[in-house]
């Protein structure tokens, strides 16, 4: 059946450390854990593999779900998921699961993964291993060892890659966009980072061709189709082979 109206629901905001294995707690360990809660314990307490030794959620409205040693931190209703050793230290960030990750700006957003840190204010790691975004706004979909520290700069994935330019795109591997509004896209070729030169640019390094309308490109940049050029063509070779249309002008270095 139905009650009167009681007034809101007090929810539970507060996860708890657990004890991983069996023995006397250590001062040390608890030490290093004391800022991240309030514990129920003291040194040399005897604990067993499971026992709950303290709380982690001291923002305001944070919230853990559960999992091992997270600790939500951040006001403003910080959150973490759960699984093990995730800091929601924001004011309203998340950390979905993973472990090891951090969501440190506000409203900033870990998906998950393994020890990625979202330090800029709204910014967002989806997933992946050791993956950084630090810019304000700026966001790492996934891959490893990757770093966004622009303004709304943006690594999809890939590995290595440096998206350091204000609303710049890196992505591949070792793909470096420093300058404002570049995009670089580099390949597995080589060893070596494609960095970008200065703003604006748009740069892709392919061994294996630039397609448009083929999937096997028989050149640097094999297009299917009508090329339509306003402008100069300017080239280091004879153009002997080339169709020119009535109107072109060819120039040769």
């Known amino acids: 059946g139905f009650k009167p109206y009681a007034g809101e629901i007090r929810r539970r905001t507060v996860g708890s450390m657990i004890s ?32 709950g030794i303290g709380n982690t959620a001291n923002g305001l409205f944070a919230t853990v779900g559960g999992g091992f040693v997270n600790s ?59 993956n950084t975004a630090s810019g304000y706004f700026s966001s790492v ?47 597995r070729s080589t060893n070596l980072p494609f960095i970008s030169t200065a703003d604006n640019q748009f740069l892709i390094q392919a061994d294996g061709g630039v397609g448009i309308g083929t999937d096997s490109p028989q050149a640097a940049l094999d297009v299917v189709g009508d090329l339509k050029v306003s402008g100069n063509i300017i080239g280091s070779a004879p153009w002997t082979a080339f169709p020119f249309a009535a109107g072109y002008n060819n120039y040769n270095d």
């Open 141 to 187: 979909g996934g891959g490893v060892t990757n770093v966004a520290n622009g303004i709304g700069a943006t690594i999809p994935g890939g590995s290595n890659c440096y998206a350091t330019g204000n609303f710049s795109l890196a992505a591949g591997f070792s793909a470096v966009a420093n300058h404002d509004g570049a995009f670089v896209w580099a390949d």
């Open 20 to 51: 991983m294995i069996s023995g006397k707690a250590l001062g040390y360990s608890l030490w290093n854990l004391q800022d991240r809660g309030t514990l129920y314990i003291g040194p040399s307490t005897e604990v067993y593999e499971g026992m």
């Open 72 to 130: 939500a931190n951040g006001d403003s209703a910080a959150t973490v998921g759960g699984v093990r050793s995730n800091w929601a230290n924001g004011a309203g960030a998340t950390v979905g699961g993973g472990m090891a990750d951090s969501a440190i700006g506000v409203y900033a957003t870990v998906g998950g993964g393994f020890r990625n840190t979202a330090s800029g204010n709204n910014a967002t790691v989806s997933g992946g291993h050791t």
